[in-house]
């Protein structure tokens, strides 16, 4: 995700707002973040996600996969710019990871919950159960992307 992506950022979500497409023919939702730090690319200093569905008036669109936000919220996102300059979450719920806290150490964790989706996931994992979810330290996280970035401006692949 990281090499398809055009920024991974750390942000908070200051503004959630849904609308019909142009055409009328769909509802998108726009997540405006407040970015606290790049750890590739620079869109700026305030940028907006858009994702499929959303709520206007009494009109509800729902998609499989797609992830949503809610004011307040920190995530680290991983963010593809479309031909048409609209940013959007790379890889589904796969491009979102929350930001916690440690209870025992108070120290940033990011969690992302796996969807449920065969179509994300290997062709091997059982969907009878949950896969649960992934936990790692924003440190670590961090210094993955990091790692790669280094390796692959040094021609190495990962």
Known sequence: ???????????RCV???????????????????EVRQYYKGNLGQ???????????????ALYSGVPGFRVGEEAVLFVWTGPQGR????GLTQGKFR????????????????SAEPML???NHSHAAPAGQ???????FRSRIESYLRNRAGGARQ
Do not use: C, K, N
């Open 87 to 90: 940013h959007q979450v790379i």
């Open 1 to 11: 995700m990281t090499e398809q992506s055009s920024a991974v950022v750390l942000g």
């Open 134 to 140: 992934l936990a790692m330290p924003l440190a670590a």
């Open 99 to 114: 930001v916690g806290r440690d209870g025992a150490t108070g120290e940033a964790v990011l969690q992302q919950t796996l």
């Open 46 to 60: 305030r940028i907006t996600i858009t994702g499929l569905g959303g709520q206007v008036g009494e009109w509800v």
């Open 15 to 33: 503004e959630v707002r849904s609308e019909w497409t142009a055409d009328r023919s769909d509802i998108v939702t726009h997540y405006v973040f």
């Open 121 to 123: 996931e290997p062709r």
